[in-house]
C-alpha cells in the first residue's frame, strides 16, 4: 500500500513508513520543515530550506509543495526501489526498504551559486560518508551502487541490536540533478562535522549546460541494511566477517541475523566471539550456527542462537561465513556500510569445515559496519535477592 | 503447461548480444513480453564476466591488433571468454523460483542428452560436463521484483588458438573445453543444438514453445538501440560501472 500524506492541521502533514515510523511534514516560519523519527521519539532528523519562502503551500498528489519566484520545493513519500529502476544501475539492488521521504528542489532558472545547504538538527545520530570505491575494492568484491557512492549512512550513535537492529536509521542517498530534457548528473552531499547542515553541490558545468527547470531529488530513505556488499563465499574460498560491539547490559542470545544474498544459494555459518578474551586479538567463540540453503535474493537469514551468555561492558564480534553453493567466481555477499562505528574484522583464508576457534584476527584499517545484529533478553535485576539472604542473616544473629 | 516465447537471432553483433540480457529484463519489467528462451550466435568478441578485470583476464594488446572487440556482459563473475560465431548462447527470462535454478540447469543437460551426450552438472559449477569437460556454461542473474535471468552457452566448435591469444588464462583450454563436434564426430548445425536444447526445457520445465520467431518486437529493439550507448562505453568495458547520470565527482 502506497505510504499516504495525512494532514492534521492546516500547516501539519504526516506520513508512517513501512515500519510505522513518522515523518512529519510542516510548513513553519515560510519554510518548509520534514522531520524524519525513528524508534519512536529516540532519534530524528530534522532537514529544511531557508532560501525558499513563502506564504502558501500546496498540497495536491501526496505532495506538499512550497513555490516562490526561483524555486519550488516538495517533500512526499518514496516508495522502496532498486538502483536499476531509479536510475538505470547494472547493481539492481534494493534501496528505502521501508520508504522514505524525497526533499525536491526544482531551479526555475539557473542559479547565482552551484550549491544550496539544507539546515539539520540531528538527534542521537552518527552519519557516516560512504566513499567511492576503489580498483583495488572493486577486484576485491565489494560493490557500492553509484548513489551510494558520496552518500552518508545514517546511524544511531550508541545502540544497536534487538528493537535497534543494526542502529541504522537512514540512508541519505546521492542526489541526481535533471535537466527539462532529461539529461542527468550526479550531485555532491556534504555533512559538517557538526551535523549541523548538509550541502548539495551540483556540477556547475551541468547548471550551464541545462535546459530549465532543473530538479534535485535528494532522498532520505529508511532501512537497517548496508548499502554496500561484501564477498563471504565464493566458489573456491570461504571469507569471514564480522563488526564488534559492546553490550550495554548483560544477556542470553535468542537470535543473531544478518543481512546476505547472491546469484545462487549458500550455506552459511554464524558467530559470536567474545573480543580478545583468550589475548590481544584472539576472540573466543562462544556460540556459533549453521544454516543450509540460505537464499540467493538479498534477505535477512536467522540464525537460532538461544541461550548464549553475553555480559554487560564486554565485546563481542559478530561474525558469518558462507559456503557458495552457485558457480564458479560468483560471490555470495554479506551487506554493511563503510566508515562504521567500532571495529571490524575480516579472514580471508576462512575454513567452513573447521572455523577457527578462538578467532585469532586483527581489526580492519577501515572499519566496517556489517549488517549483523543480535537479538537477546536482558537478565533481570534480581531484587528478591538480597530481600531473601537478609532475613537468614539476621536469624543466624 | 505454459506456453513460452522461442526466438532464434541467429549471428548477432557482439555489443547487441551482450545487452539482449539486459533489453529482456526491462522489457519483462514492463510487461512487454512473455516468459522468453532466446538463441543467438555471437560474433568474434572477447566476453569479460560482470565482475572480471579486464587487465588481468583478456591480452588487449593482441585484441586491439587483431581488431577483436571486448564486451562486459550483465551476468557472470570473474572470467572470460571468446567467441567465434561457433558457440551458441541462449538467454532465458522467468519469474524467479518459477521454476528453480536447478532445474534451468538441468534443461541444458537435458537438451544435450536428446543429442546422444552423457551430460552433466558439475557440483558447485555453473558448467556441464561431458565426460570431465566443459561443454557448455551457464550463469544466473536474480532481480529485484523478482525475475531471474539464465544465460549460457552450448560449444559447437572452439578456436582453441584464439582463445589462448586473445586470453591470459593459464588454463590449459584444450584439456578442459570440448565441444559437440568432437564428441559427436560430425559436423553440427546450430539448428539441430536449438531443436535439442529447446527439448530440453519443454520436458525439464514442463512447458511448451509457440513457433519460432526470428526477430525482435519494435518495443524490443527500442530499448537494446538505447543499451547501446551503456555496453560500447569504456567505462562498463573497464569497470563495470555505468548510468545514464553523468559524474563529474568521480575520482581519476
Same mark, same amino acid.
Given at each position: 500500500?502506497?505510504?499516504?500524506?495525512?494532514?492534521?492541521?492546516?500547516?501539519?502533514?504526516?506520513?508512517?513508513?513501512?515500519?510505522?515510523?513518522?515523518?512529519?511534514?510542516?510548513?513553519?516560519?515560510?519554510?518548509?520543515?520534514?522531520?524524519?523519527?525513528?524508534?519512536?521519539?529516540?532519534?530524528?532528523?530534522?532537514?529544511?530550506?531557508?532560501?525558499?519562502?513563502?506564504? *502558501?503551500?500546496?498540497?495536491?498528489?501526496?505532495?506538499?509543495?512550497?513555490?516562490?519566484?526561483?524555486?519550488?520545493?516538495?517533500?512526499?513519500?518514496?516508495?522502496?526501489?532498486?538502483?536499476?529502476?531509479? %536510475?538505470?544501475?547494472?547493481?539492481?539492488?534494493?534501496?528505502?526498504?521501508?520508504?522514505?521521504?524525497?526533499?525536491?528542489?526544482?531551479?526555475?532558472?539557473?542559479? $547565482?551559486?552551484?550549491?544550496?545547504?539544507?539546515?539539520?538538527?540531528?538527534?542521537?545520530?552518527?552519519?557516516?560518508?560512504?566513499?567511492?570505491?576503489?580498483?583495488?575494492?572493486?577486484?576485491?568484491?565489494?560493490?557500492?551502487?553509484?548513489?551510494?557512492?558520496? @552518500?552518508?549512512?545514517?546511524?544511531? !550513535?550508541?545502540?544497536?541490536?534487538?528493537? %535497534?537492529?543494526?542502529?541504522?536509521?537512514?540512508? &541519505?542517498?546521492?542526489? &541526481?540533478?535533471?535537466?527539462?530534457?532529461?539529461?542527468?548528473?550526479?550531485?555532491?552531499?556534504? #555533512?559538517?562535522?557538526?551535523?549541523?547542515?548538509?550541502?548539495? !553541490?551540483?556540477?556547475?558545468?551541468?547548471?550551464?549546460?541545462?535546459?530549465?527547470?532543473?530538479? #534535485?531529488?535528494?532522498?532520505?530513505?529508511?532501512?537497517?541494511?548496508?548499502?554496500?556488499?561484501?564477498?563471504?563465499?565464493?566458489?573456491?574460498?570461504? /571469507?569471514?566477517?564480522? @563488526?564488534?560491539?559492546?553490550?550495554?547490559?548483560?544477556?542470553?542470545?535468542?537470535?543473531?541475523?544478518?543481512?546476505?544474498?547472491?546469484?545462487?544459494?549458500?550455506?552459511?555459518?554464524?558467530? #559470536?566471539?567474545?573480543?580478545?578474551?583468550?589475548?590481544?586479538?584472539?576472540?573466543?567463540?562462544?556460540?556459533?550456527?549453521?544454516?543450509?540453503?540460505?537464499?540467493?535474493?538479498?534477505?535477512?537469514?536467522?540464525?537460532?542462537?538461544?541461550?548464549?551468555?553475553?555480559?554487560?561492558?564486554?565485546?563481542?564480534?559478530?561474525?558469518?561465513?558462507?559456503?557458495?553453493?552457485?558457480?564458479?567466481?560468483?560471490? /555470495?555477499?554479506?551487506? %554493511?556500510?563503510?566508515?562504521?562505528?567500532?571495529?571490524?574484522?575480516?579472514?580471508?583464508?576462512?575454513?567452513?569445515?573447521?572455523?577457527?576457534?578462538?578467532?585469532?584476527?586483527?581489526?580492519?584499517?577501515?572499519?566496517?559496519?556489517?549488517?549483523?545484529?543480535?537479538?537477546?533478553?536482558?537478565?533481570?535485576?534480581?531484587?528478591?535477592?538480597?530481600?531473601?539472604?537478609?532475613?537468614?542473616?539476621?536469624?543466624?544473629? | 503447461?505454459?506456453?513460452?516465447?522461442?526466438?532464434?537471432?541467429?549471428?548477432?553483433?557482439? %555489443?547487441?548480444?551482450?545487452?539482449?540480457?539486459?533489453?529482456?529484463?526491462?522489457?519483462?519489467?514492463?510487461?512487454?513480453?512473455?516468459?522468453?528462451?532466446?538463441?543467438?550466435? +555471437?560474433?568474434?568478441?572477447?566476453?569479460?564476466?560482470?565482475?572480471?578485470?579486464?587487465?588481468?583476464?583478456?591480452?588487449?594488446?593482441?585484441?586491439?591488433?587483431?581488431?577483436?572487440?571486448?564486451?562486459?556482459?550483465?551476468?557472470?563473475?570473474?572470467?572470460?571468454?571468446?567467441?567465434?560465431?561457433?558457440?551458441?548462447?541462449? !538467454?532465458?527470462?522467468?519469474?524467479?523460483?518459477? +521454476? $528453480? &535454478?536447478?532445474?534451468?540447469?538441468?534443461?541444458?543437460?537435458?537438451?544435450?542428452?536428446?543429442?546422444?551426450?552423457?551430460?552433466?552438472?558439475?557440483?558447485?559449477?555453473?558448467?556441464?560436463?561431458?565426460?570431465?569437460?566443459?561443454?557448455?556454461?551457464?550463469?544466473?542473474?536474480?532481480?529485484?521484483?523478482?525475475?531471474?535471468?539464465?544465460?549460457?552457452?552450448?560449444?559447437?566448435?572452439?578456436? /582453441?588458438?584464439?582463445?589462448?591469444?586473445?586470453?591470459?588464462?593459464? *588454463?590449459?583450454?584444450?584439456?578442459?573445453?570440448?565441444?559437440?563436434?568432437?564428441?559427436?564426430?560430425?559436423?553440427?548445425?546450430?539448428?539441430?543444438?536449438?531443436?535439442?536444447?529447446?527439448?530440453?526445457?519443454?520436458?525439464?520445465?514442463?512447458?511448451?514453445?509457440?513457433?519460432?520467431?526470428? $526477430?525482435?518486437?519494435?518495443?524490443?529493439?527500442?530499448?537494446?538501440?538505447?543499451?547501446?550507448?551503456?555496453?560500447?562505453?569504456?567505462?562498463?568495458?573497464?569497470?563495470?560501472?555505468?548510468?545514464?547520470?553523468?559524474? /563529474?565527482?568521480?575520482?581519476?
Amino acid at each position: 500500500m502506497p505510504l499516504q500524506i495525512v494532514q492534521t492541521k492546516p500547516n501539519n502533514y504526516h506520513f508512517k513508513t513501512k515500519d510505522n515510523q513518522r515523518v512529519d511534514i510542516e510548513h513553519r516560519n515560510r519554510q518548509l520543515v520534514v522531520t524524519l523519527h525513528k524508534w519512536g521519539e529516540e532519534a530524528s532528523l530534522e532537514i529544511s530550506l531557508d532560501m525558499v519562502l513563502s506564504d *502558501k503551500h500546496q498540497f495536491l498528489e501526496n505532495k506538499i509543495e512550497l513555490e516562490n519566484e526561483a524555486f519550488k520545493l516538495r517533500a512526499y513519500p518514496i516508495e522502496a526501489r532498486s538502483t536499476s529502476d531509479l %536510475y538505470g544501475d547494472s547493481e539492481d539492488m534494493v534501496q528505502c526498504h521501508e520508504g522514505g521521504v524525497r526533499f525536491e528542489l526544482v531551479l526555475k532558472s539557473k542559479p $547565482s551559486v552551484n550549491f544550496f545547504t539544507i539546515p539539520i538538527k540531528a538527534k542521537n545520530l552518527r552519519f557516516s560518508y560512504q566513499p567511492f570505491l576503489t580498483d583495488e575494492e572493486i577486484e576485491a568484491g565489494h560493490i557500492r551502487p553509484l548513489n551510494v557512492e558520496g @552518500s552518508y549512512a545514517v546511524y544511531h !550513535t550508541t545502540k544497536k541490536n534487538n528493537q %535497534y537492529m543494526t542502529g541504522k536509521a537512514f540512508h &541519505i542517498c546521492r542526489p &541526481i540533478a535533471e535537466d527539462a530534457l532529461g539529461n542527468k548528473a550526479w550531485c555532491k552531499i556534504e #555533512i559538517d562535522k557538526k551535523a549541523t547542515c548538509l550541502t548539495i !553541490t551540483i556540477p556547475q558545468q551541468f547548471l550551464d549546460e541545462a535546459t530549465y527547470p532543473v530538479t #534535485i531529488d535528494p532522498d532520505f530513505g529508511y532501512t537497517s541494511t548496508g548499502g554496500s556488499t561484501r564477498a563471504i563465499g565464493v566458489s573456491d574460498a570461504v /571469507y569471514r566477517a564480522g @563488526s564488534a560491539w559492546t553490550m550495554p547490559a548483560s544477556g542470553e542470545t535468542n537470535y543473531l541475523r544478518a543481512y546476505i544474498g547472491g546469484p545462487n544459494v549458500a550455506n552459511c555459518k554464524a558467530f #559470536i566471539n567474545q573480543k580478545d578474551s583468550e589475548g590481544a586479538n584472539s576472540h573466543g567463540q562462544i556460540a556459533t550456527k549453521e544454516n543450509l540453503n540460505c537464499a540467493a535474493a538479498a534477505h535477512w537469514e536467522e540464525f537460532t542462537l538461544t541461550g548464549a551468555s553475553l555480559i554487560a561492558e564486554s565485546a563481542y564480534l559478530l561474525n558469518i561465513m558462507a559456503f557458495y553453493l552457485g558457480g564458479i567466481k560468483e560471490t /555470495y555477499a554479506v551487506y %554493511y556500510d563503510a566508515n562504521g562505528a567500532v571495529a571490524s574484522y575480516w579472514e580471508s583464508q576462512a575454513s567452513y569445515a573447521s572455523p577457527e576457534s578462538p578467532w585469532n584476527v586483527s581489526p580492519e584499517a577501515t572499519t566496517l559496519d556489517y549488517s549483523i545484529y543480535v537479538n537477546y533478553t536482558k537478565l533481570a535485576v534480581k531484587r528478591g535477592l538480597f530481600k531473601g539472604l537478609f532475613p537468614r542473616v539476621i536469624g543466624k544473629k | 503447461m505454459s506456453e513460452w516465447r522461442l526466438l532464434s537471432l541467429g549471428a548477432t553483433d557482439p %555489443y547487441v548480444s551482450q545487452s539482449l540480457k539486459e533489453m529482456f529484463l526491462q522489457a519483462f519489467k514492463r510487461e512487454l513480453i512473455p516468459n522468453t528462451l532466446c538463441f543467438y550466435v +555471437p560474433k568474434r568478441h572477447v566476453w569479460v564476466g560482470r565482475r572480471a578485470s579486464v587487465e588481468k583476464q583478456v591480452d588487449l594488446e593482441y585484441c586491439r591488433k587483431e581488431k577483436i572487440p571486448i564486451v562486459r556482459g550483465l551476468l557472470g563473475g570473474t572470467g572470460a571468454v571468446i567467441f567465434d560465431e561457433d558457440i551458441l548462447d541462449w !538467454t532465458t527470462l522467468v519469474l524467479k523460483e518459477q +521454476p $528453480s &535454478i536447478q532445474d534451468l540447469r538441468h534443461c541444458v543437460a537435458e537438451g544435450l542428452r536428446f543429442m546422444g551426450l552423457e551430460a552433466e552438472l558439475k557440483p558447485r559449477s555453473n558448467d556441464v560436463l561431458v565426460g570431465d569437460k566443459k561443454i557448455s556454461g551457464t550463469a544466473i542473474g536474480v532481480f529485484h521484483g523478482g525475475f531471474f535471468i539464465f544465460g549460457g552457452d552450448v560449444i559447437v566448435d572452439f578456436n /582453441y588458438d584464439l582463445c589462448e591469444n586473445a586470453l591470459l588464462s593459464t *588454463k590449459n583450454h584444450r584439456e578442459w573445453v570440448t565441444t559437440l563436434k568432437a564428441q559427436l564426430g560430425r559436423e553440427v548445425s546450430f539448428s539441430e543444438v536449438i531443436s535439442a536444447l529447446t527439448q530440453g526445457f519443454e520436458t525439464t520445465l514442463n512447458i511448451k514453445f509457440d513457433e519460432e520467431s526470428t $526477430s525482435l518486437t519494435e518495443a524490443e529493439k527500442q530499448i537494446l538501440e538505447s543499451l547501446q550507448e551503456k555496453y560500447r562505453s569504456e567505462e562498463w568495458t573497464k569497470r563495470g560501472r555505468w548510468s545514464p547520470v553523468k559524474d /563529474y565527482w568521480r575520482p581519476l
